[in-house]
């Protein structure tokens, strides 16, 4: 009986203290876990995150029918690009040419690689070094639109950037 009793007061003391004892210990998990700028490191939000690039930067650039041109446009988003890749050095990039699906495979791959060209020479004159981008083309092969109207082939007709942490694009 003498253990219970002890057992029942130990209880009812760490009980009353709960209180006391929850503060100090305590993780508020509405705090959000910001970083020191206010922001989620690696989320949107976070000026130095490929998300962040992806969506407020831009990381695509459309084409004209068979054209490999910059639009002004175009050139926007690729300053904005080539000012955040100067910004974030750690960070290369693989710049994928696309084509809608009319024409051939061999056309498309070859205008692929024109639009992605392209876009690398417009970052190298904004001062991005060549030795962090490379291009590759995928023609018509991988379209992000799947119909055949014009304004699927309009979004397929594109330059992505690509972004990768470190060296090995």
Known sequence: MKPFAILIAATFALAACGDRLGGGNAVDLNAGGSGAGGFVPGSA?????????????????LFAVDQSTLSPEAQNTLSAQARW??????????????????????????????????????????GV?????????????RPIQV????????????????LSAGAGV
């Open 45 to 61: 939000s976070d000026p130095a995150s490929v998300a962040y690039f992806q969506q407020s930067v831009g990381d695509r650039v």
């Open 85 to 126: 890749l100067l910004a974030n050095p750690a960070y290369t990039a693989l710049i994928e040419g696309h084509a809608d699906e009319q024409g051939t495979r061999e056309y498309n791959l070859a205008l692929g690689g024109r639009r992605a060209n392209a876009a690398r020479d417009y970052l190298v004159s904004q």
């Open 129 to 141: 070094p060549t030795t962090r981008l490379r291009t590759i083309s995928y023609g018509k092969e």
């Open 147 to 162: 119909c055949s109207t014009e304004a699927c082939y309009s979004q397929n007709r594109r330059a992505v950037t690509v």
